[in-house]
């Protein structure tokens, strides 16, 4: 009886970490940081001589201000303004770095207002105004992105 007791305290106690590690929306990807310089387009240089234009390679996803994507304020992005169409969250630019992803979306800019997870770093989430347009968007992998400040 004792043992039956405790398998469940300890099942009880294991859920919250279980549903954490088992969620699809949190899985962890592992990723070998590697110095900025190795995700700066190879043409950087011949760039820098056209223009001021740093460009990276990231995955590129799709976010909504649903409560299971965000934080207890959906709707507010990390600097504080409201979210709107145009706004990226990322956490390896600084607030208010302007980029296009050209592959994506052609010249259309975007914002970085918000961020992510810490476990995301090389990557950009572009806000969309609904779950379904998220998710339809999905995961893009090895995009180049255009740093425009």
């Known amino acids: 009886m004792r043992y039956k007791i405790l398998i ?6 294991l859920i919250p970490f279980l549903k954490e590690v088992f969620s699809p929306t949190n899985a ?4 070998n940081f590697i110095d900025n310089e190795v995700f700066l387009s190879s043409n950087q240089n011949k760039e820098k001589e056209k ?6 390679v990231v ?15 959906p709707y507010i992005t990390a600097s504080g303004e409201f979210v ?25 800019v975007f914002e970085v207002k918000d961020r992510m997870n810490k476990r995301f770093y090389y990557r950009i989430d572009v806000w969309f105004p ?5 998710k339809n968007f999905g995961v893009h992998y090895n995009v180049k992105i255009e740093i425009l400040d």
Request: charged share 25%; glycine share 6%; net charge negative.
């Open 130 to 134: 609904t779950k379904e347009e998220a």
């Open 51 to 56: 223009s001021d234009t740093k460009t990276y």
């Open 59 to 73: 995955t590129v996803t799709g976010y909504s201000s649903s409560l299971d994507e965000t934080d207890e304020e």
């Open 84 to 108: 709107k169409e145009g706004i990226v969250a990322s956490n390896f630019l600084p607030m208010g770095t302007k980029i296009r992803i050209p592959s994506l979306f052609g010249d259309k």
């Open 28 to 31: 962890v990807v592992q990723h």
């Open 8 to 13: 469940i305290v300890l099942i009880l106690i």
